[in-house]
């Protein structure tokens, strides 16, 4: 058990109400608001649809399930007292209640978020969370908040669905219109009807508690990011985070890996993107690694319906890849990875599918370091490769609900990451070129690759000139274009661009890895006189730009 580096869920009371849903049945973000409580697949017909005729429903149309629309820009918490053992009707729109249900004592503070979580992790791995690290003037620490504010004290007050969702409570509701009109919409790179972080996540996280507790820590940390008054938010977040960890572990001492359910995988792959929302600088590589266990031990990718393998191959592939360029981290094959491809634009990798598969290449050429003729030949490799990359090299299926303006700014995505792939290959071969055991890189390397440095770095800061860098959700993957053309540019201008862009990425997208960005760049620019990949390592940051 210790091998999984996870904590895993479902208590024997979420367990028991846990409830099923007819196989096959999809849920849709367009369906009508019937349908969708009722977690029934619709035909959509308008302007009701056929579904509810035939069983003599009544089809509430095709607007928001909210009775009020969210207003992200509102103060939806607040942090008083609530009055002890008062009880409030069910139609007050302003609900207190502790977040924890599942203990009669308050949620852990969250300056206590950090030891509470290590204490989860302790048993699977030896680095629970990031520690506190001083460089350049930056600190960077795991604990969301050094104050002490108690999720018991905590009141929300959000607009209630139209219907009633029995089995949530109003903060998890709360969390979940948040989710669905906000988060999942800009915590993925491609937005369209058919956004896995809807259609997939939703209707399984109302059968699953503990998915249900995943998602509101990733929609809690998101919105944190994105608020003004985000305590109460960092409080709720590290509470979820820390009850999601808690039923992982009692799952993974329960059941057998190989019958582990989809949820829990799920779960897993949230608390991923839980950490890269938060800017975590360790714990997500802890979360990524247990995610690739849990698959393997499950049979790999066969052993999952095609919707969910797409989603966990596509958020895997992305994450693991883009980490190699920060991190020495070697991909272990999973089984059947091989026979999946990846048949629509994925939510993730749009077009970067084959760019970031060579910028994993990349990171892997210091391997080679001993032997001369290798190193030259997968050189050539992958210059070629990024030469004749074109994004209509693999048909992809295009999702339901993408215009063509999307499919646009997805290309310029995929252009500009070609661009930093070209500034990483010149930035991996410098590196390689100062170091005295690396005896057989060729003086004349540079001629080796079709397009120079600067070339590189004048094309991609030209298409992020070009384009606005709103909110987008195509652009949020930029963080990774960004930081490799601010590592290696030293004009002024070019400088102050790339952190203008940046912080257009972490205002409109709220990201925390986007801020881990800024500040190594800003270590770098002032004072650190040594390559990028040294100034990680001497932070012992595990950087991940994804």
Partial sequence: MNQFAVSTPLSVSEAGNKRSRRAGAKWTRSGCLTCKKRRKRCDEAKPSCRNCVRLGFTCEGYGSMWAEPLDPSAQVFQSTMAPKRRRLSASSLSVCSPISQESPRSAPSVSRASSCVSSALNSGSSEAHSPVTRIGGFNETEDATSDPVHVKDLCVASPKPRGHISHLSTLETHYLQYHMEQGSKLLANLESDENPLRSLIIPRAFSSPLLMKALCAVSAVHLANRSQNSLDAQAAAANYYIRTMTGLRSALTQLPHKTFP????????????????????????????????????????????????????????????????????????????????????????????????????????????????????????????????????????????????????????????????????????????????????????????????????????????????????????????LFITGCESQEPEARNLVIESLTKLEVNFGIGNVKRAKELLKILWHGAQMHWLDVLERLKWGLILA
């Fill in 262 to 481: 989809d949820e829990s995988i799920l779960a897993v792959a949230l608390l991923c993107k839980y950490e890269i929302v938060r800017g975590s600088v360790n714990q997500w590589a802890v979360h990524l690694d247990a995610l690739e266990k849990l698959v393997i031990s499950r049979g790999g990718f066969a052993s999952f319906d095609k919707e969910t393998a797409e989603f966990i191959w596509g958020l895997f592939l992305y994450a693991h890849s883009v980490a190699k360029i920060t991190n020495r981290r070697q991909l272990t094959p999973i089984p059947g990875a091989e026979n999946l491809s990846l048949t629509k634009l994925d939510s993730y990798i749009g077009y970067t599918e084959e760019i970031i598969k060579i910028c994993a290449r990349i990171a892997d050429l210091p391997l080679l370091g001993h032997d001369p003729i290798a190193l030259g030949l997968e050189i050539h490799t992958i210059d070629m490769s990024l030469r004749d990359w074109t994004h209509t090299a693999t048909h992809y299926t295009v999702p339901r609900g993408t215009t063509e303006a999307t499919l646009l700014r997805l290309r310029m995505v995929a252009e500009c990451f070609r661009d930093a792939a070209y500034i990483y290959l010149h930035s991996s071969l410098n590196r390689m070129s100062q170091d005295l055991a690396t005896q057989c890189l060729p003086s004349s390397w540079p001629d080796l690759i079709t397009i120079s440095k600067y070339e590189a770095l004048e094309r991609c800061l030209e298409r992020i000139k070009s384009f606005p860098l709103d909110q987008h959700c195509e652009y949020s993957a930029l963080t990774f274009p």
